[in-house]
């Protein structure tokens, strides 16, 4: 019993928890023999190719999909003996898919503002006053205070991942999941959008973060561990001092590569 107890305790303590996980679809192994864990205070990048299963793994953390064998456990909560209604609004998720989702000619504060309503779409006449300030003010910490009234279908790329960033930090989620957020941007909206999650990862109060990207120029300083994957395996997994070498790298992208660091940035090539 005590020692069902401290594991109790030591799963409190994590945001996810994933031990012996396989994802099955139409017979391909989208993940397996998958173990993973991220703390409270921790700020994770997952690497990997086109397929890897970066994606699936971000599912099963945002309670979107269920394992087909192993458990996983998000905010203390067992997948599967859940109700994940009840866990999804403590996770804050961006992903192309959600972009897609938000009618053009919505007004940008609302995007923002409804996420404490989990609903898009703007379905009120008016909102908390309470609520429309905290949107204003995550827009501002965004640098686009100046875009609130503005129709999120007239947004530029970068200036549509700020806002959906704004809207996953709305309901002060416990864990914070970008799907590559990075993805379709020019160099200067990647720049800015990487100085943004850098003040992020860096404020002690900002939620546990798990960022998905192809590219590790795009990881923001003050991200503390790295996953790499590859056909749905961990490469390596751990501080990012630890994995993030030329060794592991070329191993998860199946080439020779030279991972280079410059400041707090890292560059990777071909050899
Ligand atoms: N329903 C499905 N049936 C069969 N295979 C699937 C299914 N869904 C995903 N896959 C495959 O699982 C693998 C992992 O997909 P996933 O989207 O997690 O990869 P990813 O690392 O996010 O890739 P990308 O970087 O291209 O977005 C891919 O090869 C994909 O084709």
């Given at each position: 019993?005590?020692?069902?107890?401290?594991?109790?305790?030591?799963?409190?303590?994590?945001?996810?928890?994933?031990?012996?996980?396989?994802?099955?679809?139409?017979?391909?192994?989208?993940?397996?023999d998958?173990?993973?864990?991220?703390?409270?205070?921790?700020?994770?990048?997952?690497?990997?190719?086109?397929?890897?299963?970066?994606?699936?793994?971000?599912?099963?953390?945002?309670?979107?999909?269920?394992?087909?064998?192993?458990?996983?456990?998000?905010?203390?909560?067992?997948?599967?003996?859940?109700?994940?209604?009840?866990?999804?609004?403590?996770?804050?998720?961006?992903?192309?898919a959600?972009?897609?989702?938000?009618?053009?000619?919505?007004?940008?504060?609302?995007?923002?503002?409804?996420?404490?309503?989990?609903?898009?779409?703007?379905?009120r006449?008016?909102?908390?006053?309470?609520?429309?300030?905290?949107?204003?003010?995550?827009?501002?910490?965004?640098?686009?205070?100046?875009?609130?009234?503005?129709?999120?279908?007239?947004?530029?790329?970068?200036e549509?991942?700020?806002?959906?960033?704004?809207?996953?930090?709305?309901t002060?989620?416990?864990?914070?999941?970008?799907?590559?957020?990075?993805?379709?941007?020019?160099l200067?909206?990647?720049?800015?959008?990487?100085?943004?999650?850098?003040?992020?990862?860096?404020?002690?109060?900002?939620?546990?973060?798990?960022?998905?990207?192809?590219?590790?120029?795009?990881?923001p300083?003050?991200?503390?561990?790295?996953?790499?994957?590859?056909?749905?395996?961990?490469?390596?997994?751990?501080?990012?001092?630890?994995?993030?070498?030329?060794?592991?790298?070329?191993?998860?992208?199946?080439?020779?590569?030279?991972?280079?660091?410059?400041?707090?940035?890292?560059?990777?090539?071909?050899?």
């Amino acid at each position: 019993m005590a020692h069902v107890n401290s594991v109790q305790e030591n799963l409190d303590d994590l945001v996810v928890h994933m031990s012996g996980v396989e994802v099955r679809r139409g017979g391909n192994k989208l993940l397996a023999d998958f173990d993973w864990s991220v703390e409270l205070d921790e700020r994770w990048v997952v690497l990997g190719p086109n397929g890897a299963g970066k994606t699936t793994l971000l599912k099963l953390a945002a309670a979107e999909l269920h394992p087909t064998n192993g458990v996983v456990h998000v905010l203390g909560e067992r997948l599967g003996r859940v109700d994940v209604f009840e866990l999804r609004p403590r996770i804050g998720f961006t992903s192309a898919a959600v972009n897609g989702r938000v009618p053009p000619e919505e007004k940008v504060l609302d995007v923002v503002v409804s996420a404490g309503y989990a609903v898009l779409g703007r379905w009120r006449e008016s909102y908390d006053a309470l609520d429309t300030e905290r949107a204003e003010e995550l827009l501002a910490a965004l640098g686009i205070g100046h875009l609130a009234t503005r129709m999120y279908g007239t947004l530029s790329e970068g200036e549509r991942k700020r806002t959906l960033i704004a809207r996953s930090l709305m309901t002060d989620p416990e864990m914070l999941l970008l799907d590559e957020p990075a993805a379709g941007l020019d160099l200067g909206g990647r720049e800015d959008l990487v100085a943004r999650l850098s003040s992020l990862a860096f404020d002690p109060d900002a939620p546990a973060m798990v960022l998905v990207t192809h590219h590790v120029e795009e990881i923001p300083p003050g991200f503390t561990h790295a996953l790499l994957l590859a056909d749905g395996r961990a490469v390596a997994a751990g501080l990012v001092d630890d994995v993030l070498t030329s060794e592991n790298l070329s191993e998860t992208f199946g080439q020779d590569l030279l991972l280079e660091r410059s400041g707090d940035r890292f560059f990777a090539r071909r050899r």
